[in-house]
Antibody
Framework: EVQLVESGGGLVQPGGSLRLSCAAS????????MNWVRQAPGRGLEWVSV???????YYADSVKGRFTISRDISKNTLHLQMSSLKPDDTALYYC??????????????????WGQGTLVTVSS | DIQLTQSPSFLSASVGDRVTITCRASQGISSYLAWYQQKPGKVPKLLIY???TLQSGVPSRFSGSGSGTEFTLTISSLQPEDFATYYCQQLHNYQFTFGPGTKVDIK
């Protein structure tokens, strides 16, 4: 079964750091375009970051320079290292795989599956 | 950056109604557009990708169309389980942004 399970969320003070993990089963993280998406309480979906199968990484402007996406091939796991956290980063963080035909810039596809999410709360 | 707008932001409809949601992109994105359904407390579900391709397992009452800057999601006959929030997403040019969402509520 294709599945994603996130972990690592929690309460962190403003300016702090946190590392999220997303364990995949049923497929290989390193051969897919893997993403992080977040959803603040009561708000819409916000795309955060992608790592391409070739290793290229891209970020939303709101997190660029503060967040780093990576993957551990040996553990088939995706990570999101978050630093300089702000209260506006408070959200449920999902990992998701892009399916369809993806090139170096675009995907003629969508995100499936999604994990259940891990909650990050940034507050003093 | 490519921005997406959705209209309407809120829609009140009855079971059996035909419902259409529009998504507009700030610049052309060919057919690099997906649609999702999200129910309260649940994970988003992929409905349509590549603007008009139905994801496996999604009922045929859902359909998508459009290319370039204007896209539509149509539900041909609204069912009780379709009351949810719908998001479009563009997957073009490095950043895969989502639209603000359209909430479909019971009339």
């Amino acid at each position: 079964e294709v599945q994603l399970v996130e972990s690592g969320g929690g309460l962190v003070q403003p300016g702090g750091s946190l590392r999220l993990s997303c364990a995949a089963s049923g497929f290989t993280v390193s051969t897919n375009y893997m993403n992080w998406v977040r959803q603040a309480p009561g708000r819409g979906l916000e795309w955060v970051s992608v790592i391409y199968s070739g290793g290229s990484t891209y970020y939303a402007d709101s997190v660029k320079g503060r967040f780093t996406i990576s993957r551990d091939i040996s553990k088939n796991t995706l990570h999101l290292q978050m630093s300089s956290l702000k209260p506006d980063d408070t959200a449920l963080y999902y990992c998701a795989r892009a399916i369809g035909f993806c090139t170096s810039t675009s995907c003629r596809g969508g995100f499936d599956p999604w994990g259940q999410g891990t909650l990050v709360t940034v507050s003093s | 950056d490519i921005q997406l707008t959705q209209s309407p932001s809120f829609l009140s409809a009855s079971v059996g109604d035909r419902v259409t949601i529009t998504c507009r992109a700030s610049q052309g994105i060919s057919s690099y557009l997906a649609w999702y359904q999200q129910k309260p407390g649940k994970v988003p579900k992929l409905l349509i990708y590549a603007a008009s391709t139905l994801q496996s397992g999604v009922p045929s009452r859902f359909s998508g169309s459009g290319s370039g800057t204007e896209f539509t999601l149509t539900i041909s006959s609204l069912q009780p389980e379709d009351f949810a929030t719908y998001y479009c997403q563009q997957l073009h040019n490095y950043q895969f942004t989502f639209g603000p969402g359209t909430k479909v509520d019971i009339k």
